[in-house]
């Protein structure tokens, strides 16, 4: 039996009247529903256990979630998020150099619809261009798809010829995770070229070019959204912005004043306070230089996980990676239990759909617990070691299944997720 100690101890907080607050919650719910107390203890400490190598992944800044589990659902106030909604408004300005935001949506999705029942007229089209690598949420327009290759990025040339025959309304790009990030001043001009809306979805990169290390959508794009749970280090929550066309008329009305309205409308004016609290705190948390760090890290980490599974034999889709996003593709005979595999030895993967047996590993979570190249040259070895030992393709043998499982163990145990209360002090397995 080997037992592994997962999780630090964290230092006693400063005292806090909301510390009592959260403190209280969790009691009564442990003695009102037990069960669904236990499958929350449960999915906390999942994240103990696994290496999460998928989006989102890593848990959110601690104090962004104290914020949803402290705060009530509306303000006292009723018609505004007051100075909460004020704060979150100014850091999203200042992080991604905006003229206009919105914060109010309570996801990625919802700021996506939201901008698109604004913008969208009576049978205007969507032209939607994405890598395939998941279906777009959320179909309530007239979408034309322009599916690109997973192992080309973003096809330019194509996207331009498909737009002048398609002559849509809203050129709609991004959202889903992919090694490669798109030349946005590209976009703009094939959108302009057809008298389109450009809509960019950063939310994978959004620490990225919250940073500078990538770049930003904002000054490109008429609109720019994001999903503060996938990009950010926070819980849900969803931002719209806008840089130098927030004053571009559309229909008459300059693009921010439209934004604003259909917010007023869709929110009837009760924003959620736990979620503009929380996109708040993720906000100023991307403003400090330890995740400007920690996101540099991650960057560096996954071009060398690439570059291990390349040494190791595996072909790396795209070549590589200009972000935390690693696309490898696997033996045929081994590819479609990639995933399972991988999960025996407590690593979280996500296979790419499409017909080629491809996975993808997003380092962000590796990033936050602070592995730097070596610790993801280890990772690599490890899947490669789990895979290779899977005897018909789905199963693993018992040694190579306790021996990598063991290893992914000790890596978790040095590299605890910061400010991250285990649900257990102690872990034992076979």
Known sequence: MVELRLGRAPAAPPSSPLAAVAAAGAQWLAEDDPRLHALLVAEHGEREENLVLRAPGPAP????????????????????????ERLALERARSVFGAEYADVRPNSGAEARSLVLDAVLGPDEVVLDARLGTRPRDGRAHRTVEHLLAVGEGFDHDGLAARAARERPAVLLCGGEPHPLTPDFARLRAIADGVGALLVVDISHVAGLAATGLLPSSVDHAHVTTLDVATGLPGARGGVVLCGRDART??????LADLLAARTSRERRGTPDLAVLAGTARALDVVRGDDFREEVLRTALGAAELAAEFALLGHRVVTGGTDNHVVFVELPADVGPYAVDVLREVNLVVDRVPGPDPVIALDVTSAGRRGFDRSEMRHVAQLADEAL????????????????????VLRLLWQFPLPRHVPTTRWRTHP
Request: contains cysteine.
């Open 61 to 84: 800044d601690p104090t962004a979630t104290a914020c949803g589990a402290v705060l009530p659902a509306d303000p006292v106030s009723g018609v505004d998020g007051g100075p909460v």
């Open 249 to 254: 008329p559309v229909r008459g009305t300059p």
């Open 388 to 407: 290779k030992g899977a005897r018909t393709g789905d199963r693993l043998d018992r040694f190579t299944r306790l021996s990598v499982r063991d290893e």
